[in-house]
Every structure is written in C-alpha cells, then in structure tokens.
C-alpha cells in the first residue's frame, strides 16, 4: 500500500484529534445546560464547580488538622520514651531545683547556711547561691493536667523517686520533650 502523499505527520494528528475532543466536550457541556434548563423550566443552577472545590477544601483542612497533630504525637513519642528508660519527665524548673538540692547535700557541712523564715527554710552553699525549695505539689499538679492521674499519687511518686535514686530519677522536659525540631539538631 502506498501512502498518500499529503498525509499529515503524527503530531499535527494529535494536535486534530484533541482539538475536536476538546470542541466536543464544550458542545456536550452547553447541551447538558440546556436539558437542564428545560426540566426545570428557569434557570438552573449547576453544581459542578462546587463539586470540584467542596473536595479541596475538605483536604485542607485535613491536612491543617494533621499539621496540628503531628507535633502533638511526636512529643507525646518522646515523652513515653523517655519514661520507658525509668525516668519521671518534669518542668524545667523543678528538675533544676532537684539538681541544686542534690549538690547542696554532697557539699560539705560547714559550707551550708540554712535559716528560718515565716516556717519555711532557706538554705545556702559556699558561694551564696539560694537552694529552691522543691514544691512536690505544684511539679505533680502540672504532671497530673497533662497525662491524667491524681495530684497526691504523682505527688507521693515524686518524693519516693528522689528519695531512692535522687537527680537521675528525672529528666526535664526541655531534654526529653524536644518536639519535631530535634531533627535539625
């Protein structure tokens, strides 16, 4: 068989055959319209634009829902973590008072002030350096707002872990806690 010889190549082809497809779909559309328009005898409303946005909207917020989690679920990873390994996670604050305490009780004796003020005691090492007074109350209230349980319970854990393995007993939120950024570390 011979091929005529003003045949168009493969690319002008194409180009023929989307272009009368594309013609087709506009001329199906209006025709769509039209029947539309005479079923319901007035102007119609055509939903197909909110049909295409309805979806985008709802992966948008799906996905703003899970850009809230994530941070959520990686800290609260982090936080069983490092409970798993033995350790009581505290605020900063408290795990710095537990620290100082510790090393005001291996300094030695004639090193350390204390005295007496409205019933409570404040003590002192060499250098001057006030010892924090370690409020069990305020650490276990915060730790049973965040992971449940009750404030006497977590409280008595609290004094019961420094009492038998001191300062190693914990580790502070800022060291076990440090969120997706960690990473970048």
């Keep these: 068989m011979r091929e005529a010889a003003n045949s168009p190549g493969f690319w002008p082809t194409v180009a023929l055959l989307l272009g009368s497809a594309r013609r087709r779909s506009i001329a199906r559309a209006e025709r769509g319209r039209q029947l539309l328009q005479q079923k319901s005898g007035r ?30 679920a990686v800290k609260s990873a982090q936080r069983v973590a490092a409970e798993q390994s033995g350790r009581i996670v505290v605020s900063n604050w408290f795990f710095d008072a537990v620290r100082a305490k510790e090393a005001f009780n291996r300094s030695p004796h004639e090193s350390r002030v204390c005295h007496d003020l409205n019933g409570e005691t404040y003590c ?62």
């Design 124 to 185: 002192y090492d060499s250098v001057g350096q006030p010892v924090n007074q370690l409020d069990y109350e305020r650490e276990a209230r915060a730790i049973a707002e965040d992971e449940g349980g009750s404030r006497p319970e977590v409280e008595q854990k609290l004094r019961e872990a420094l009492e038998k393995r001191g300062a190693s007993a914990f580790i502070s939120k800022k060291d076990a806690v440090r969120g997706t950024d960690a990473g970048a570390r």
């Design 43 to 72: 102007d119609a409303t055509n939903w197909g634009s909110l049909g295409k946005a309805v979806p985008i909207i709802f992966m948008l917020v799906l996905n703003g829902i899970g850009a809230i989690l994530l941070p959520v």
